[in-house]
């Protein structure tokens, strides 16, 4: 019985240097796999260079541009690149997107607009109503003195939980990554 006890110590000391090794070359593979990504876009609450605007092509490729960005709004479009998504990082330090890069295509028109179009959108709501003095000041004093005195807080809380959803939207028809890096 020795011997059927030590084989069985030998087969799991065994096995337990296989899983080892095995999570050593799965840590060397993501390690190459990242040096191999031919530009960083990697970026700090939103300061710093991004992939923006997935786009499907085939086979789980997407095109998306690199953009200079400055507090997630893109500033200068860099590049349009067709990639295969590979990881999608985030951390307390940023985020990073690590992918192979299977062409260089040249920024259009369209790539350069859509961007600025969505947050022109975005906007819109707030310097239309500035435009136009939407002054809510009297339809809340009459709400006020025909209701409950929470109902115009509750109207005012509304509106400013409507503006947070509006901007999250418009934010994430730009940024959206979550096309692309699906685990």
């Not at 087969?11 to 031919?38: D, F, G, H, Y």
Request: glycine share 4%; net charge neutral; with cysteine.
């Amino acid at each position: 019985m020795s011997n059927l006890e030590e084989s069985v110590d030998q087969t799991n000391e065994v096995e337990s240097e296989l899983k080892k090794i095995t999570n050593q070359m799965k840590a060397l593979r993501e390690q190459m796999e990242e040096n191999l990504t031919p530009a960083k876009t990697t970026s700090f609450d939103g300061f710093g260079v991004m992939m923006l605007d997935y786009r499907p092509v085939e086979d789980g490729n997407f095109e998306a541009t690199r953009w200079f960005t400055l507090c997630f709004v893109p500033i200068i479009p860099l590049s349009v690149w067709k990639i295969k998504p590979r990881k999608y990082k985030y951390d307390r330090s940023g985020e990073q997107q690590l992918f192979n890069l299977l062409e260089k295509k040249r920024l259009t028109l369209t790539r350069i607009l859509y961007p600025y179009l969505i947050i022109v959108l975005g906007v819109l709501p707030f310097v239309l109503s500035y435009h136009f003095s939407l002054d809510l000041n009297p339809f809340l004093r009459f709400v006020g003195r025909n209701t409950a005195d929470w109902v115009p807080v509750g109207i005012i809380i509304l509106l400013i939980i409507l503006t947070i959803v509006w901007i999250g939207f418009i934010l994430t028809r730009i940024h959206n990554a979550e096309k692309a890096y699906k685990d």
